[in-house]
């Protein structure tokens, strides 16, 4: 959607915080026959017994009524080893950060994020009203900036959103570092964003029981190549889960999402080895970069973030002309380009077609 | 959920706003093998259609893509026969109210109810941090309370919400009363919920164009019979809708949902006999509670609120005993119970149910 039309005559201005606020509009149209590395999804689809298994449900009846969400519940708790009550189902990820914004920032409050970062943290928190309070991700390497991160979690901070690994930069954090800054922010709330979990390894949802201001969520959007159904989980304390439940709509999740969440967790080794063809893609592209001396951020995610420097916008639209789609990121990392990370053969023919471009000047 | 569990040491209070919120879990569990007359779902299920266009699509693959809502945007758009600038597709008519909420309503503004009404509208104005006024349906016919709400709307309102017909009384509102409602809230956002207008004939789409203050919402999980999808749809001028876009979410809304949408509404025939259906049970079910000498709201949706008295929470035990179930909506109106009316056949079994139940005393 383009900018807001000139108000009519009567019409009533929207609050502050919303005529504040950019609009987000990411480009999600036309991607069907294209190679897709601008999004971090999963390039190859979901699990073929995810697709079973909806179909056998579509057979079954059920789309007339509401959601219900224990079986699916259950069967999700356990894969993730946690009691049913230290997690709520969410309409992605977007929800996730939007029910614990809700929760806990009023108007007025001080947020605290890191730039460049993923664009729904400042959305939900601009949303809220909320004053956002941004570090950078900075150095060649786009290191985690944690020194930066402590010395501003003061008394007035009252939430903290982090990705590990981050988007865009595809950079992680280990789990001391985020232990230092649950006990530095101990008056706030700290959402770690596990998005690319699968990919780096690293996880804060053993720190759940003892961390009673840690949030974590994690998405079937990416890996398990599930973004058109839009689900993602929020852990944390049982005490804290009663509250989100409280300000999260009863019905947000669709049931054929949890459905296909139960057959998805039941299919492990497809992940796995989707993960694994992945970390060998992205040797395979980082490699290929080396080779075409073209600078790169180190990922610990799907996706890589190169530098590209004057010509971002340019290999952009080269690779589109052949039908390849990657992520221009320079109105936050000036000059870069995020490239997701499919297979090997997609790394080769994406390769190919970025040194065609690279090499023609 | 349960109430919430005793913090920690260390954790953190939620906002005012959320402490102050009554918890709101619906009961949806173990609904699935018994006749479900308590949600106002569509009880035969979704047209045929829509099944085989979701299995068609499964097998095209798509689930691992980012939703792209063009298509069935342009599709929903002509069946309203509105331009796809007057409207967005919505995670239900949950995510309308919040939406239109959090681009409209400030902490401490003011948002008018009626009482008793859908339990959302409270619940995403609570959220706000809005200042919450309601006012009572009363009378025996549980008649819109129209000079009760222009008196109540003064400088201070901010907005209104109304469901026409309203859940759970089955109240209908002219179209000359909202248009005096707009009139007289020339200052606030004015939202009609219109997710049973199918069986009442009663819209406010027609005055989009002139009205700038009016929502409308319409919603695919009652007659449509896809309650499971979650998907609504918001309308206002185009003005309005391009805020409404700032404060939500890119993605809310399934890919599944949208296409079974795309789907229904080529399939009008299956919707029409469906409605038509439900009208000549609702006759059946009225004629059936005069017979008995129970009370009734006049209704103009797919449901009917009876007059049950004392007798409220037993009969709704019994019937959920021989497999019905219903609504014990005395919460919020004493002594009454809201019924789904599905079809003849339906109707005809928790007649004799409902009878066998009254007469035992």
Chains 1, 2 share one sequence.
């Not at 020194?147 to 939430?159: E, N, Y």
């Not at 999260?248 to 057959?263: C, E, K, R």
Request: with cysteine; proline share 6%.
């Amino acid at each position: 959607m383009s900018k807001p039309a000139r108000l009519p005559k009567g019409a009533i201005s929207p609050r502050e915080a919303v005529l504040r606020m950019a609009p987000y509009s990411p480009p999600t149209a036309g991607r069907a026959d294209k190679l897709r590395l601008d999004f971090n999804e999963n390039t190859v689809g979901c699990s073929p017994r995810v697709i079973e298994s909806l179909k056998q449900q579509l057979d079954a009846g059920g789309l007339a009524v509401y959601p219900e969400y224990g079986a699916a519940k259950a069967a999700v708790a356990e894969f993730f080893r946690v009691p049913q009550d230290q997690f709520i189902f969410t309409n992605g990820t977007d929800e996730a950060i939007q029910v614990f914004i809700n929760t806990y920032v009023d108007d007025g409050q001080e947020v605290l994020l890191l730039r460049p970062a993923y664009a729904m943290y400042r959305f939900y928190a601009e949303v809220a009203g909320a004053t956002v309070r941004e570090i950078d991700y900075d150095g060649p390497a786009m290191e985690f900036p944690l020194a930066g991160v402590l010395d501003a979690i003061t008394p007035s901070t009252r939430a903290v959103l982090i990705a590990n690994p981050n988007n865009p930069t595809g950079t992680g954090l280990s789990l001391a570092a985020i232990e230092r800054i649950l006990k530095r922010a101990r008056k706030a709330v700290v959402f770690i964003d596990e998005a690319y979990f699968e990919f780096s390894g690293v996880t804060a949802l053993g720190q759940i029981e003892r961390s009673p201001n840690l949030f974590v969520s994690r998405t079937f959007s990416k890996v398990y190549g599930m973004a058109a159904m839009r689900l993602g989980c929020l852990f944390s304390h049982p005490a804290n889960i009663a509250y989100l439940h409280k300000a999260q709509s009863p019905y947000s999740v669709n049931t054929l999402a949890v459905l296909a969440a139960q057959a998805a967790v039941r299919d492990t080794a497809y992940i796995e080895n989707y993960a694994a063809e992945v970390l060998a893609a992205r040797e395979l592209l980082c490699d290929g970069l080396e080779r075409l001396k073209i600078g790169y951020v180190p990922s610990c995610a799907n996706f890589v973030l190169i530098r590209a420097g004057r010509r971002a916008v340019e290999i952009c639209d080269q690779l589109r002309g052949q039908g390849i789609l990657v992520r221009d990121r320079s109105y936050e990392a000036p000059g870069c380009v995020r490239i997701t990370v499919g297979t090997r053969e997609q790394t080769r023919r994406l390769l190919g077609a970025l040194e065609e471009i690279w090499l023609q000047r």
